[in-house]
C-alpha cells in the first residue's frame, strides 16, 4: 500500500555533529590522520594581539582545503556547500548552529595577511612530511614533468611590450664558467642590449603567452611538478608563467627537495623537453642518473653530416669529423652558451666528403655545441636502454600524467579564477595538496588485497628480471598470472603476450599453442589439450626465484601461481 508523508510535524530532536557524520566517512579518516594545528605556529606573526577575534586560521585553510579536495572552484559555492554539509562541517569543528564563514573572507584574507606569505607552501610540505614519516615516500627515483593551466585572461585582448633581453640564470653561470676555464675574457666589450617583443594580457600580466606545438594557443601558467616513483605522491610544485621552457627549473627544484626533505635520490626522470645540458651536468655533479629520452633536434638535409657524426674527446677538447679530421675550439657564444669548433680550411678543400659537410660558399665545417654537452652524452650513454630506464619512463607516464589528469578533472587545475603568478601558485599547491591527501589517507586506511602485491613481487624477482618491464602484475582466483622462463616463451590467449613474458592461466593450468616448448608442453594444439606447467607447485602465490624444470632441467628465471 502506497504511504504519504503529507503534513509530518517537526520534531525537536537532540543530536549531536559526531553522531550525524558516518564513521566511515574520507573526512573522518583525514582528520584522524593529519593534524592542521601547526598552522596556528605558522600564522601567529600575521595577527595582532589586540582586537576583535578574528575567524580561526585552521577553519579558514581547512575550508579552502575542501574546496579543492571535491573539486568546489568557487568560494561563493564553497560557502553554500558548507551550510548545508554535515560532514563539511563537522571537519571544520563548525557546529550547526554556527554561521559559515562568509566568501569574502577568503579574499580579504588573501589580500591582508596571506599575500606573499608560505603559509600554502608550507602546507604542502607538512603532508609531504607526513606521507614521509609514513613511508610512502622514500625519494629515490623522481618523476617530473609540467602542465598547463588556464590563465583567467582572454586570448584576444593582448598587448605587445618590448622587453630587454636578459640571460638566464643558467646562461649567466655558464659565463662564469667559461670565464674559469679560460675560455672567455673576464674584461670584454659591452655588448649593445638586446630586445625582444612580449604578448602580455592587460588582465593578467604575469600570465605567459603559450605557443607550443600540440598545446593550445593562449595565456597559460605552467605548473612544475615533482612526484615520487614509489607512489606517485607529489613532493614539489612550481608555478611559472607559460612561456617559460620547462628545462630551466629542473635542477633548482631537485636541489630544494633535497634540503628540505634530505631526499637521497638515485635517479630523476622526465621527458625529452628536459633533455638539456644543464639538468645532466647538475645531476651528474650530484651523482644522480638521468633518466631522459634524447630530444628530437631538427634533421639535416638528407646525406649531409649533423653534429652527432662528429666524436668529441673531452681530454683535448676537439671533435673529429667522419673524415678523421679535426675540429679544434674557436670561440665561446655568450649569448647561447655553446662553444665553436672549426676545421682546417686546406683539410676541408682536399676532403672528399666536402659534399656532405659544408656547402660551396663555405671554406671550412663549423660546429657548435652546448658548454656542457659532454655531460648529456655521458648520461645517455650510461642509462639509456637500461631495465631501470624503461621502468622509470613507465612509471612517469603512470604517475606525472595521471596526476595532472585527476587534478584536472576532480581538484580544479584546470583553469584559474584568480591572478597573479602569487596567486596561480597558491592554486596549483592547493590542487597538489589535495591530491596527496586523498592518496595518503587511501593508501594507509584502505585495507590490502590478500594476494602478492606488486610491489613486493617485483622485490622479491629482482629488478633485473624479465618480469620487471611488465606493467601489472594480475593475481586472483580467476586471474591470469604472469610466469617468466628464460629457455621457453610461451605465447599465451593471443594478445596476452608482453616483452616476451608468457602468462600462466590458473584456470586452465596450462599455455595455449604458440610456441611451445616440446619438452615441457608437449604440441598441444588447443586448450583441451594443454599441459600443466611442471615447474609451477600448488597453493598460494610463491616466488621461486632460480628454479630448474623436471621435465628438461632448464633453468626458470620466476614462476608463479594461484589456483
Keep these: ?69 571535491y573539486g568546489i572552484d568557487s568560494e561563493r559555492r564553497l560557502e553554500q556547500e558548507v551550510r548545508v554539509n554535515i560532514a563539511y562541517r563537522w571537519f571544520l569543528g563548525i557546529d550547526l548552529d554556527e554561521p559559515v564563514p562568509d566568501h569574502s573572507t577568503f579574499s580579504q584574507l588573501r589580500r591582508r595577511k596571506f599575500n606573499g606569505a608560505a603559509l600554502f607552501e608550507e602546507l604542502f610540505d607538512e603532508v609531504v612530511r607526513k606521507c614521509i614519516e609514513h613511508g610512502l615516500i622514500d625519494g629515490k627515483l623522481l618523476l617530473t614533468d609540467s602542465t598547463h593551466v588556464r590563465a583567467n585572461a582572454r586570448n584576444d585582448v593582448v598587448e605587445r611590450v618590448a622587453v630587454e633581453a636578459e640571460p638566464s640564470a643558467y646562461l649567466q653561470r655558464l659565463n662564469e664558467q667559461a670565464v674559469k676555464d679560460g675560455v672567455y675574457p673576464k674584461h670584454r666589450k659591452e655588448k649593445k642590449k638586446g630586445y625582444k617583443e612580449l604578448v602580455k594580457s592587460p588582465a593578467d600580466p604575469d600570465a605567459g603567452f603559450m605557443k607550443r606545438a600540440g598545446k593550445p594557443l593562449g595565456f597559460y601558467y605552467l605548473s612544475h611538478q615533482t612526484c615520487d616513483a614509489r607512489h606517485g605522491l607529489i613532493t614539489d610544485v612550481h608555478t611559472t608563467p607559460g612561456n617559460v621552457p620547462d628545462s630551466t627549473v629542473h635542477s633548482e627544484r631537485i636541489k630544494r627537495q633535497i634540503a628540505v626533505f634530505g631526499f637521497k635520490p638515485e635517479a630523476v626522470c622526465a621527458d625529452s623537453a628536459y633533455d638539456s645540458s644543464e639538468i645532466h651536468k647538475d645531476m651528474l655533479d650530484m651523482g644522480i642518473r638521468t633518466y631522459i629520452p ?25 671533435l673529429t669529423c667522419p673524415n678523421a679530421c679535426r675540429l679544434i675550439f674557436s670561440n665561446y657564444r655568450d649569448r647561447l652558451g655553446q662553444k665553436r669548433y672549426k676545421a682546417s680550411a686546406g683539410e676541408c678543400s ?10 660551396g660558399e663555405a671554406k671550412y665545417r663549423v660546429v657548435e655545441r652546448a658548454y656542457f654537452k659532454w655531460a648529456s652524452e655521458e648520461q645517455h650513454l650510461r642509462n639509456d636502454g637500461t631495465p631501470g630506464y624503461y621502468e622509470a619512463l613507465r612509471l612517469r607516464k603512470i604517475y606525472c600524467e595521471g596526476n595532472f589528469s585527476h587534478q584536472k578533472a576532480e581538484h580544479n587545475l584546470r583553469r584559474l579564477r584568480k591572478r597573479g603568478l602569487g596567486k596561480a601558485h597558491e592554486h596549483c599547491l592547493l590542487s597538489a595538496t589535495a591530491l596527496n591527501l586523498k592518496r595518503m589517507v587511501k593508501l ?44 621457453c616463451r610461451w605465447q599465451v590467449d593471443a594478445g596476452r603476450r608482453r616483452d616476451g613474458v608468457a602468462i600462466y592461466h590458473p584456470m586452465n593450468r596450462g599455455f595455449q599453442n604458440g610456441n611451445p616448448c616440446a619438452d615441457c608442453m608437449g604440441k598441444a594444439g588447443s586448450l583441451a589439450e594443454m599441459q600443466p606447467c611442471p615447474a609451477a607447485p600448488a597453493g598460494d602465490a610463491i616466488p621461486l626465484g632460480e628454479r630448474t624444470c623436471p621435465t628438461n632441467g632448464r633453468a626458470t628465471t620466476a614462476c608463479f601461481s594461484r589456483w
Design 1 to 69: 500500500m502506497m504511504t504519504r508523508r503529507d503534513g509530518v510535524q517537526q520534531k525537536m530532536l537532540c543530536v549531536t555533529l559526531e553522531s550525524l557524520m558516518p564513521q566511515e566517512h574520507f573526512l573522518r579518516r583525514l582528520d584522524g590522520l593529519m593534524d592542521f594545528s601547526f598552522i596556528y605556529q605558522r600564522v601567529e606573526s600575521l595577527y595582532s594581539r589586540r582586537g576583535r577575534p578574528s575567524i580561526d586560521p585552521v577553519v579558514v585553510v581547512k575550508m579552502l582545503l575542501l574546496g579543492y579536495l
Design 294 to 318: 634524447k630530444r628530437n633536434l631538427p634533421k639535416p638535409a638528407s646525406g649531409v653530416f649533423s653534429e652527432a657524426d662528429f666524436i668529441y674527446d673531452r681530454e683535448s677538447d676537439t
Design 444 to 487: 594507509l586506511t584502505t585495507r590490502k588485497h590478500p594476494g602478492v602485491s606488486l610491489r613486493k613481487t617485483l622485490s622479491a624477482i629482482g629488478r633485473s628480471s624479465m618480469l620487471y618491464p611488465m606493467a601489472l602484475l594480475s593475481t586472483g582466483p580467476n586471474r591470469s598470472t604472469p610466469v617468466s622462463v628464460s629457455s
Design 350 to 359: 682536399a676532403c672528399p666528403l666536402r659534399s656532405r659537410c659544408i656547402s
